[in-house]
Nanobody, 115 residues
C-alpha cells in the first residue's frame, strides 16, 4: 500500500506561482511513475505532469513551459512547481502513484487562481 498526501494548495492571483507537494509513504519501493492530475468543476480529471522512476517527464500541452515536476528522492516527495498561473488552472490537484500496475491517489488539494 502506498499513501499519498498532497499539500500546498491555496488562492493565488493570475500570473502568480505556487508549489504543490506530494509525500509518499508506506510500501514505496518500485513506484514506477508519479504524476499530478487535476479536476476542474464539471470537467474530467486530466493528467497535468508525470515523472518516471528513471526521471523522464511528461506534461500536458496546456502547462508546458509553466509547470515542472521536480522530485526529492530522499524525502519521497514529488512537487508540482506552477508558474504563470491562469484562472483556467483552477482545480483540485491530485497526486498519483503507480506501483506494480496499481494506481494510488491522494485526496487532493484545491488551487484557485483568481484576482
Amino acid at each position: 500500500q502506498v499513501q499519498l498526501v498532497e499539500s500546498g494548495g491555496g488562492l493565488v492571483q493570475p500570473g502568480g506561482s505556487l508549489r504543490l507537494s506530494c509525500a509518499a509513504s508506506g510500501s514505496i519501493f518500485s513506484i514506477n511513475y508519479m504524476a499530478w492530475y487535476r479536476q476542474a468543476p464539471g470537467k474530467q480529471r486530466e493528467l497535468v505532469a508525470g515523472i518516471t522512476s528513471g526521471g523522464s517527464t511528461n506534461y500536458a500541452d496546456s502547462v508546458k513551459g509553466r509547470f515542472t515536476i521536480p522530485r526529492d528522492n530522499a524525502k519521497n516527495t514529488v512537487y508540482l512547481q506552477m508558474s504563470s498561473l491562469k484562472p483556467e488552472d483552477t482545480a483540485v490537484y491530485y497526486c498519483n502513484a503507480v506501483q506494480f500496475g496499481m494506481a494510488y491517489w491522494g485526496k487532493g488539494t484545491l488551487v484557485t487562481v483568481s484576482s
